[in-house]
């Protein structure tokens, strides 16, 4: 299988560390609510709307679910660069969660901090597309630089 040539980690810690939360997959619905409101990503206008959260939980228990269930297996690290984006007030993905990423490659890794929480693509977004952008031109020369020679 083809490997992937650069892989971005954001808002979740490296593969190997064991969730420290409790499981919100099968949490009653009022519980599920309230972390997704101190995870500060889903407005109280869509959390207060129950037409709008009977569509939306189903979503997140499924997204929870496959987080929450995965069983990590000890492998050699890849040969593909990391780039792990964390944001400082995150209390899911705290910065050693991110840097820990740097065990599963023997490439290039960088781990970068910007401000915000679990949801800092909100309040970081010019900063953290400008910078996806840059690492995204850089991957481009990477992957073009063998054709040409």
Known sequence: MPQPVHIFAAACPAPHLPDRDPPVHDM???ELIAEMRRLNG????IL????LMGLLIP???ADAAIHETYVHAEEEPLDVPITAIGGLSDPKAQREDMEAWRLHTRADFS???VQGDHFFIHSAQAMVLRDLAQDLHGVLRRV????RT
């Open 42 to 45: 889903t407005p109280d206008e």
């Open 48 to 51: 207060q709307n129950d037409e």
């Open 144 to 147: 073009r630089e063998p054709q």
């Open 111 to 113: 781990v970068r901090m």
């Open 59 to 61: 979503l997140m228990r």
């Open 28 to 30: 009653p619905d009022d």
